[in-house]
């Protein structure tokens, strides 16, 4: 967010690893979704982001990449992009039907430190998050 500075994430509970994950009550993550038929996934991205996180503002939207999450088992291919957001316009109402959304804030140190004691375990946001201290600083 360029208001504050500050990386936006969201937080939510995901049975798969519920008591597996370090945060055994929620799971990490960058905003994400289905990609809609007829919709490109930058606009999947961009409409996840105003449901997860209210903002309607976008200011830079950029590809990073498209990967295979787990080619060995499914053909899920996901994009990964890198978007810079205003506080203008921003929406106060959150999520959708029954998502349990909680937004956390983390400063660049806190996220440099959540890479660094390995505690991303979402694949999508660490790569992000690595692309980003790569490319970003």
Do not use: H
């Not at 007829?38 to 503002?57: Q, Y």
């Amino acid at each position: 967010n360029l208001n504050d500075n500050k990386f936006y994430f969201v937080s939510q509970p995901r049975p798969a690893t519920l008591e597996k994950s370090y945060r055994p009550d929620s799971f990490l993550e960058v905003p994400a979704g289905i990609v809609d038929k007829g919709e490109l996934p930058i606009d999947a991205i961009l409409r996840e982001i105003k449901e997860e996180l209210g903002f309607t503002n976008f200011v830079d939207t950029q590809s990073v990449s498209s990967v295979y999450l787990s080619p060995g088992g499914c053909d899920e291919r996901i994009g990964l992009f890198y978007v810079q957001v205003t506080n203008r316009e921003r929406l106060l109402e959150i999520g959708v039907d029954d998502e349990q959304i909680t937004i956390e804030k983390f400063t660049e140190q806190k996220m440099r430190d959540y890479l660094d004691f390995n505690l991303i375990e979402d694949a999508k946001t660490l790569i992000l998050v690595q692309w980003y201290f790569l490319n970003k600083k």
